[in-house]
T-cell receptor, first 114, second 118 residues
Framework: DTGVSQDPRHKITKRGQNVTFRCDPI?????LYWYRQTLGQGPEFLTY????????KSRLLSDRFSAERPKGSFSTLEIQRTEQGDSAMYLC????????????FGSGTRLTVV | AQTVTQSQPEMSVQEAETVTLSCTYD???????LFWYKQPPSRQMILVIR??????QNATENRFSVNFQKAAKSFSLKISDSQLGDAAMYFC???????????????FGKGTKLTVNP
């Protein structure tokens, strides 16, 4: 098990284009989280899944953002009609849900909207 | 809503010395968890240490220890015998106790950049 994988590592896109990111969690982890981190800030929660069910969404997740976790395995985060303000690091994390096990973060996808 | 405040944007320490990073939080909940995460440059976030709010004993992990003051809502991180590899951004984070219907999300502070001088 190599931990949480995110793809791509970097994405440059033109304003108005759609982008999709993928996260592969640790295989036995039933919970998956998406966070956004802008320069000089701590990560901000976007959404989380327990298995395939999306249980919580932040108000930061506007209608241009959608996340899925089909079959409770990998997850995708899509941003439609990207704006310059969407430029950030998008972090994925997974956990077993118990405090004892904590969260394991991926290395993130850095999005630059030009 | 819970908030986490890290009042030190940057800190520096000499190699082998001790440094303390500050964190305060605001919550109306009685049960929760607190974490310190380390984020090296261009690398993934790593859990350093965690604390359950109901435990009075401060958590320790090798050279890392916390000073948890529940009444003061303070959760500082002490790094002893600092090493060059400790240089990173350090984030304090809060999470509700899920069994009481709290959110599973982590609420992070803005971070403290730690520099270790040789």
């Amino acid at each position: 098990d190599t931990g949480v994988s995110q793809d791509p590592r970097h994405k440059i896109t033109k304003r108005g284009q759609n982008v999709t990111f993928r996260c592969d969690p640790i295989s036995e982890h039933n919970r998956l989280y998406w966070y956004r981190q802008t320069l000089g800030q701590g990560p901000e929660f976007l959404t989380y899944f327990q298995n395939e069910a999306q249980l919580e969404k932040s108000r930061l997740l506007s209608d241009r953002f959608s996340a899925e976790r089909p079959k409770g395995s990998f997850s995708t985060l899509e941003i439609q009609r990207t704006e310059q303000g969407d430029s950030a690091m998008y972090l994925c994390a997974s956990s077993l849900g118990s405090f004892r096990y904590g969260y394991t973060f991926g290395s993130g996808t850095r999005l630059t909207v030009v | 809503a819970q908030t986490v405040t890290q009042s030190q944007p940057e800190m520096s320490v000499q190699e082998a010395e001790t440094v303390t990073l500050s964190c305060t939080y605001d919550t109306s909940e009685s049960d929760y968890y607190l974490f310190w995460y380390k984020q090296p440059p261009s690398r993934q976030m790593i859990l350093v240490i965690r604390q359950e709010a109901y435990k009075q004993q401060n958590a320790t992990e090798n050279r890392f220890s916390v000073n948890f003051q529940k009444a003061a809502k303070s959760f500082s991180l002490k790094i002893s015998d600092s090493q060059l590899g400790d240089a990173a951004m350090y984030f304090c984070a809060y999470r509700s106790e899920m069994t009481q219907g709290g959110s599973e999300k982590l609420v992070f502070g803005k971070g403290t950049k730690l520099t270790v001088n040789p």
